[in-house]
C-alpha cells in the first residue's frame, strides 16, 4: 500500500541556517511527489512537484527537493531559511489508482512543523 | 480569479445537527477532493469526485455525504454531526490526475 512518512513532527532552525525536511514513501511505481506548506490559517500551497526527467526539482521561495529512487525518498532542502518559512510541511505522493482507473488521490505524511529562531 | 473558495470558514454546532460544508472552484477542474486535518493524522481524504455525479469514498467517509451535481461545487454534509468530527476541513480540486490539487482556506468546524 501506498504511504508517506515524515520523520520528523517538529524541527528547530536558526534564521540564516539550512534546511533539510526528510519525507519517505512507499510506492509500487514511479511516484509522483509533491511538497505542500501551510502556514497558520491557511490552506495548502504547492511549492513543488517531481513528475519524471532531472531528479532535482525546484520550487518556489528558494526550495529544492530531490528525488532518489533507491532510497525512497524526497527530501525538501533550503540553504538559508528566512523567519517567514515557519509553517508547517506535508509531503505527498500519488496519484493512487483505484480499480483501473486513475482517481488522483494523494497520501500525505503527517507534517512536520518548522520553527525559525531569530 | 477566485480560485476555490469555502464556505463559511468557521463554524460552531451541537451534536446531532446537520451542517453543510461548501466548496466552490473556479477552473472546472474535474477532480475534487475532500479533506479532514487533525493534530498527529496529517490530512485525511474522506471523499472524493473525478466528475459532476461521480463519487467515491476516500479513507474515513463514515458520516459524511458528498454530491456533486455541478462541476463547480462540492458540498460535503455531515448529516448528524458528532464531537469526533470537530477538525478543519480542506476542499481542493485538479485539473487532472497528474496535476498538483489547489487547496481551498478550509473550514474549521466545531462541534458542542
Known amino acids: 500500500a501506498q504511504s508517506v512518512t515524515q520523520p520528523d513532527i517538529h524541527i528547530t532552525v536558526s534564521e540564516g541556517a539550512s534546511l533539510e525536511l526528510r519525507c519517505n514513501y512507499s510506492y509500487g511505481a514511479t511516484p509522483y511527489l509533491f511538497w505542500y506548506v501551510q502556514s497558520p490559517g491557511q490552506g495548502l500551497q504547492l511549492l513543488l512537484k517531481y513528475f519524471s526527467g532531472d531528479t532535482l526539482v525546484q520550487g518556489i521561495k528558494g526550495f529544492e527537493a530531490e528525488f532518489k529512487r533507491s532510497q525512497s525518498s524526497f527530501n525538501l532542502r533550503k540553504p538559508s531559511v528566512h523567519w517567514s518559512d515557519a509553517a508547517e510541511y506535508f509531503c505527498a505522493v500519488g496519484p493512487c489508482p483505484h480499480g483501473s482507473g486513475n482517481t488522483g488521490k494523494l497520501i500525505f505524511g503527517q507534517g512536520t512543523t518548522l520553527q525559525v529562531k531569530p | 480569479d477566485a480560485g476555490i473558495t469555502q464556505s463559511p470558514r468557521y463554524k460552531i454546532t451541537e451534536t446531532g445537527r446537520q451542517v453543510t460544508l461548501m466548496c466552490h472552484q473556479t477552473w472546472s477542474h474535474s477532480y475534487m477532493f475532500w479533506y479532514r486535518q487533525d493534530l498527529g493524522h496529517g490530512l485525511r481524504l474522506i471523499y472524493y469526485?473525478?466528475?459532476?455525479?461521480?463519487?467515491d469514498k476516500g479513507e474515513v467517509p463514515d458520516g459524511y455525504v458528498v454530491s456533486r451535481s455541478k462541476t463547480e461545487n462540492f458540498p460535503l454534509t455531515l448529516e448528524s454531526a458528532t464531537r469526533s468530527q470537530t477538525s478543519v476541513y480542506f476542499c481542493?480540486?485538479?485539473?487532472?490526475?497528474?496535476?498538483?490539487?489547489?487547496f481551498g482556506d478550509g473550514t474549521r468546524l466545531s462541534i458542542l
Open positions: 469526485s473525478a466528475a459532476a455525479d461521480i463519487t
Open positions: 481542493a480540486s485538479t485539473r487532472d490526475t497528474n496535476q498538483p490539487q489547489h
